[in-house]
């Protein structure tokens, strides 16, 4: 399933919803699932996901707001639920893009940009194809031709022993007299 089979529940319409129910004051989770519900049931629809993963996306919606500035906790009330208000770039934020705002829009603001940043998939640094780079690489510093290549045209081995041989062939052009 796409995003955009449920026009209600991408992320631009998720958060419009957040922010313009945030508008008339403190938001907790339940009510924007209430807000979210009376969307499907005035639009005749139906979800098209289970509460649970609703839910999921409306709290991660929360925590990308509140991480952008955009969200406050409010104070917080003995026996009730978690609550958020707009800040000020909250408010901002919701005249400029009263249809809401993805992570395009959120990855302007600085603090947002910067967990972007943090949270990312960072290669570990390890190449898989390493052993056959190094081989290729000693290929070409002991003066094999290019066309030694034993691994087949088409595959990944074959491009990293090529690379370690040109790395070496640039290697050993560096160490010849200009």
């Excluded at 403190?26 to 639009?43: H, I, M, N, W, Y």
């Excluded at 996901?49 to 003995?78: F, K, M, Q, T, Y």
Aim: with cysteine; proline share 8%.
């Amino acid at each position: 399933m796409f995003e955009n089979d449920f026009p209600l529940l991408s992320t631009a319409s998720l958060v419009a919803l957040i922010l313009h129910t945030a508008k008339s004051g403190p938001v907790t989770l339940d009510s924007c699932e209430k807000a979210l519900g009376g969307l499907f049931r005035q639009a005749n629809e139906t979800p098209g996901l289970p509460p649970e993963a609703l839910r999921e996306r409306l709290a991660g919606h929360l925590s990308d707001l509140e991480i952008a500035g955009i969200l406050v906790p409010a104070e917080p009330v003995p026996g009730e639920a978690a609550s958020w208000r707009l800040t000020s770039r909250g408010h901002q934020a919701l005249t400029r893009h009263p249809e809401g705002l993805d992570q395009t829009d959120l990855a302007k603001y600085p603090e947002f940009a910067a967990h972007l940043r943090d949270t990312a998939h960072h290669a570990c640094g390890m190449d898989p194809r390493g052993a056959q780079f190094d081989e290729g690489y000693r290929a070409g510093m002991n003066g094999q031709p290019f066309t030694g290549n034993p691994y087949g045209f088409d595959t990944a081995d074959h491009q990293a022993w090529e690379s370690g041989w040109t790395e070496a062939q640039e290697e050993r052009r560096k160490g010849q007299p200009g």
